[in-house]
């Protein structure tokens, strides 16, 4: 079964970039979308399709994907960005959804 | 305005049959390509896919939990149920109904998530 790897934590101080990747093997031909979740609350779609924002996401959260790697980046890092985020894939082959493991980002 | 939102008991014995249900509104089930899945999550872990089912009734299980789950729904009631036997304290945790928008194959729209305890 396809497997998706992010590193646990991650911690930026304010006003720096945060960048959170998401290993799979070759994650670069399928589309990733990206979740945040904060404590008690239920997932939000902030990144989908690699690198494009629904309405409301700010333009400070951003993503790429290409090779094996795919990578949320969020700009500026503020207070209210420190959340757990969740990397997810459709895996086509067996019709099944994934998601990575979570990565808490720590705002310093 | 799609919204989803599950319901159910939130306490189950060992070994029972736990019946989650997701009501979705402000869609149709049938829209062409659309499906809901089961998503959970145990205190302090990540989350766990379950189970899907989209608008033409196509279904897929995780490897690991189709032996326990079968997911259905009911279109006139905008209804997606879960089911899941054989509980365990182990399944103690919140579970989400999601929405796969259609043609897509992101999460959109989420529930608010009900926390299911397993305990005798």
């Known amino acids: 079964s396809y497997v998706l790897t992010q590193p646990p934590s991650v911690s930026e101080a304010p006003g720096q970039t945060a960048r959170i990747p998401c290993g799979g093997h070759?994650?670069?031909?399928?589309?990733v979308h990206w979740y945040q979740q904060k404590p008690g609350q239920a997932p939000v779609l902030v990144v989908y399709?690699?690198?494009d924002r629904p309405s409301g996401i700010p333009e400070r959260f951003s993503g790429s994907n290409s090779g094996n790697t795919a990578t949320l980046t969020i700009s500026r890092v503020e207070a209210g960005d420190e959340a757990d985020y969740y990397c997810?894939?459709?895996?086509?082959?067996?019709?099944?959804?994934?998601f990575g493991g979570g990565t808490k980002l720590t705002v310093l | 305005q799609v919204t989803l939102k599950e319901s159910g008991p939130v306490l189950v014995k060992p070994t029972e049959t736990h019946t989650l249900t997701c009501t979705v509104s402000?869609?149709?089930?049938?829209?062409?390509?659309?499906?809901v899945s089961w998503i959970r999550q145990p205190p302090g872990k990540a989350l766990e896919w379950l189970a899907h089912i989209f608008s033409n009734d196509t279904k897929s299980y995780s490897e690991s939990l189709k032996s326990r789950l079968t997911i259905s729904k009911n279109t006139s009631k905008s209804q997606v149920v879960l089911t899941m036997t054989d509980m365990d304290p182990v399944d103690t945790a919140t579970y989400y109904c999601?929405?796969?928008?259609?043609?897509?194959?992101?999460?959109?729209?989420w529930g608010q998530g009900t926390l299911v305890t397993v305990s005798s």
């Open positions: 402000g869609v149709s089930l049938s829209n062409d390509k659309m499906g």
């Open positions: 999601a929405r796969i928008g259609t043609g897509t194959s992101r999460f959109d729209y």
């Open positions: 997810q894939v459709w895996d086509s082959s067996s019709d099944h959804v994934v």
């Open positions: 070759n994650i670069g031909s399928k589309s």
């Open positions: 399709d690699d690198s």
